[in-house]
């Protein structure tokens, strides 16, 4: 039992030594950092009317996000897995608050004739798409940079 006392004293250094490697010497601060806007604010369309020169953000129920631009001038132009296609027969459409336009994505995908409905409350285009490689499905699309 002495030799437990003497040793005592050295035990409890070392437990306080230890004890202290866990702590950090300096005191933690929290801080705050302005939050990171991950997408531009765009003005809301009123319409469908006001679609040319907006790109939107299409998922497709297969998964798949693509970049389209609906040009001014009637046509469409996409950007897909980090390519860009401009092809002349892709081209949209609207009547009234619908949405129709196809984009050409090639032999294995074939070309797509995508339908949608555009809701002013929720800035969401959303729809059905089939292909002619006889697929279909459904997209929503939503504005984030005009």
Do not use: H
């Amino acid at each position: 039992m002495q030799s437990l006392n003497r040793l005592t004293p050295a035990l409890l250094t070392i437990a306080l030594l230890l004890a202290g490697c866990s702590t950090p010497a300096v005191p933690l601060i929290a801080t705050s950092s302005p939050p990171v806007e991950l997408e531009s604010t765009v003005p809301a369309l009123q319409s469908l009317a006001d679609l040319g020169d907006t790109r939107w953000l299409v998922d497709d129920s297969q998964g798949d996000r693509t970049t389209v631009r609906f040009n001014a001038d009637g046509s469409v132009s996409y950007t897909t897995s980090g390519q860009s296609f401009d092809y002349p027969e892709d081209t949209w459409t609207v009547d009234g608050d619908t949405v129709t336009w196809q984009v050409t994505y090639g032999a294995r995908y074939g070309v797509w004739a995508l339908v949608g409905v555009f809701d002013t409350e929720t800035q969401l285009l959303t729809g059905t798409w089939t292909s002619t490689v006889n697929e279909s499905g459904t997209f929503e699309a939503k504005q984030p940079v005009r």
